[in-house]
């Protein structure tokens, strides 16, 4: 099979399920348990059951595996559904696992009169001692042989809260020889006195994923049921329960999960930054969530074009963060209103431009798109550009601001610098210069040659802001092969913040819009700007420094 082949493989499956008239239409479902906020690779599962079920005309469910009352909240199952709508994407039916917590204990009820499950009294340490190991078989429990009678009272007893949490358990009774150790007997209803986000205190027994993921896909018909790989050993219980449950005949298929480089893809890890506070939220532009990434600017769009390259491959792999930071750029470059703002001030005063004189230039608003139109930007005889832009002993090739050396300001006109004023220690604090005054932006200048082009902004109107530049939130390619020391690998330059000189017209930047800070990178407002303090966030810098760094 070729590459491009092994990418689409469940395209494969679902166009030669329904040439064969295995299904009239295909249904998928997305399943996440409300425990946390969705990350990239939850992203990827998203497009891929959205995606499948647009492509072949079919539906997808989104249902909630809420059968663990102890870690799952309201506030959870509110950001997942905002997650997956911003996306793009829109499900045909709302489900939950909770939904169908009686129809489960019936089926379970089925299996004990057909002598196919059990109520065990084990401690946890005792089944796990029983299942064995991968090379030895496990031994049956005590308890496997109770009596269907017994069993089925002992069961209505654990749903009427007679026994406290962990006292019993309901196992299937399977083969404690099997080599595969799922199917060694397995968990399939626990008990927990805890209160559920939405039947309350109805229950206290609680069916196991295992039990729970397979039967409600029947009970919705769901045609391709999609997990990623670290669930194909436990196919083979996903179908021996809807075999001996005799219902409706859904399949499971496996791909690999998402593992991006410099990040961490799993809950346990992210609510560990999180409740440990090394990162200011779920939201967290550093984190790899989806509402992580809307926050720092990245767009739907960027993140479905990302899921698509990167296709849908059955072999785990890890994939290079810098191809996401590509698909972003390629797009906000489309779309990014331009605006001038400069980090790292330097004051240049334009000696021969009249005293309280200003006006109003002229400047586009994105090359890329012509329907963008333009704004006005006030200039002055006083401006702020970037220290780097000036060089008072310049390198060779250096085509920006220098002592006798010209430059035009982008939108404006060509300057010239004349003199240089430094403070005591030496520092150049203020650059004098003159201008020219037919070289405004679009005026034809003849015999005058100027090959570089800085940013600028009016020191009078100029808009003081917080840049907020964010960079990799762990210092090694792959933190998790470092489970333990994980936090040890923490970069601890992953957020900076400074106070940026910006062009007046970001006063009014809304939350939606995004900007492409010329010559810096592509920024969006944050969601602690006030009226009275702008806060931008750096989505991604205009090129890959990454990169870079790597071929040194």
């Known amino acids: ?52 079920a647009l492509k072949y005309g079919g539906k997808t469910n989104l249902r909630f595996d809420d059968t663990n009352p102890v870690t799952e909240e309201t506030e959870y199952v509110e950001g997942i559904k905002n997650d997956i709508k911003w996306l793009g994407f829109n499900w045909s039916d709302e489900f939950y696992a909770s939904d169908y917590f009686g129809k489960l204990y019936e089926f379970a009820v089925t299996l004990i009169k057909n002598g196919l499950a059990y109520v065990d009294d084990s401690t946890s340490e005792e089944i796990a001692k029983q299942k064995g190991t991968p090379t030895q078989p496990g031994t049956n429990s005590p308890y496997r042989d109770r009596s269907i009678e017994e069993n089925l009272q002992l069961f209505a007893e654990m749903k009427a809260g007679k026994y406290k949490d962990g006292e019993k358990v309901l196992r299937a009774k399977v083969d404690m020889a099997h080599v595969n150790m799922h199917m060694r007997d397995p968990l399939m209803y626990r008990i927990k006195h805890a209160h559920h986000h939405r039947t309350g205190d109805t229950w206290c027994i609680y069916p196991m994923y295992d039990f729970a993921h397979g039967q409600s896909d029947s009970i919705e018909n769901i045609t391709h049921s999609i997990c990623t790989l670290e669930f194909v050993p436990h196919r083979a219980l996903y179908d021996w329960f809807i075999e001996k449950l005799n219902i409706y005949p859904s399949h499971q298929y496996e791909f690999a999960r998402l593992n991006m480089t410099y990040t961490v893809m799993s809950k346990r890890k992210l609510l560990k930054l999180v409740s440990e506070k090394y990162v200011d939220g779920w939201d967290d532009p550093r984190m790899p969530t989806i509402s992580g990434m809307r926050r720092r600017g990245y767009t739907p769009e960027s993140i479905r074009e990302f899921c698509d390259k990167i296709g849908i491959a059955k072999r785990e792999n890890l994939i290079d963060i810098s191809l996401l930071e590509f698909c972003v ?128 902004v ?46 007046p017209s970001l006063k009014n930047a809304t939350a939606d819009e995004r900007f492409q800070f010329m010559r810096t990178g592509y920024f969006c407002i944050d969601s602690d700007s006030t009226k009275d303090k702008l806060v931008f966030n750096r989505t991604v810098t205009l090129r890959d420094t990454w990169a870079k760094e790597g071929k040194k």
């Open 458 to 503: 009016s020191i009078a109107e100029a808009l003081p802001v917080e840049i907020r530049s964010y960079d990799r939130l762990f210092n090694v390619e792959n933190p998790a092969l470092i489970d333990d020391n994980m936090l040890d690998a923490l970069n601890p330059d992953s957020l900076n913040k400074k106070i940026a000189y910006a062009e």
């Open 329 to 456: 750029r390629e797009h906000l470059n489309k779309i990014a209103l331009r605006r001038m703002v400069v980090v790292d001030p330097l004051k240049v005063v334009i000696t021969n431009y009249p005293e309280g004189k200003s006006e109003m230039l002229s400047s586009e608003n994105n090359p890329e798109d012509h329907d963008a139109g333009s704004r006005e930007m006030p200039f002055s005889r006083e401006i702020y550009i970037e220290q780097d832009d000036f060089m008072e002993v310049p390198a060779k090739k250096y085509f920006r601001l220098a002592p006798g050396q010209m430059v035009r300001l982008k939108s404006a006109y060509i300057i010239r610098c004349e003199e240089v004023i430094k403070d005591a220690s030496g520092k150049v604090i203020t650059v004098n210069c003159t201008y020219i005054p037919e070289s405004k932006s679009g005026s034809d200048v003849s015999g005058i040659n100027v090959k570089g082009v800085i940013h600028w």
């Open 1 to 52: 099979m070729t590459e491009e082949k092994s990418a689409n493989f469940l395209e494969e499956i679902v166009e030669k399920d329904l040439e064969a008239g295995k299904y009239k239409h295909i249904i998928t479902r997305f399943p996440p348990e409300p425990n946390g906020y969705l990350h990239m690779g939850h992203a990827k599962s998203i497009c891929l059951n959205f995606g499948l």
